[in-house]
């Protein structure tokens, strides 16, 4: 069963920056895509940001230019840094995979902007 498990979330002053952590427990390589989504209550989830198994990477528009996602295959890791963070980033943060048909998400983790 595949595990996804994001560490990284906190509070932070905006234009602050923060790291966020997706460690798989399968390696990262065997899933097509992987990603980030966020959600703020009584909100669809949204796409921040995505990476292919080839290395092309996707980003939502209103994070383009700001956040940064990355990948460690030694480490089964994908990153998202977070930089001039804004008070509507506040959200819970969830790491996303996908291979053929199925759909795998972490438990997501907080990330609050605020001053």
């Not at 979330?9 to 952590?21: E, Y």
């Not at 990476?51 to 940064?68: C, L």
Request: charged share 15%.
């Amino acid at each position: 069963q595949v595990q996804l498990m994001e560490s990284g979330g906190g509070s932070v002053q905006p234009g602050g920056s923060l790291k966020l952590s997706c460690a798989s427990s399968e390696n990262i390589f065997f899933f097509n895509v992987m990603g980030w989504y966020r959600q703020t209550p009584g909100k669809e989830r949204e796409l921040v940001a995505s990476i292919n198994v080839g290395g092309v990477t996707n980003y939502g528009d209103s994070v383009k230019g700001r956040f940064t996602i990355s990948r460690d295959g030694a480490k089964k890791t994908v990153y998202l840094q977070m930089n001039m963070l804004k008070p509507v980033d506040t959200a819970v943060y969830y790491c996303h995979a996908r291979v053929a048909s199925s759909t795998h998400w972490g438990q997501g983790t907080l990330v609050t902007v605020s001053s």
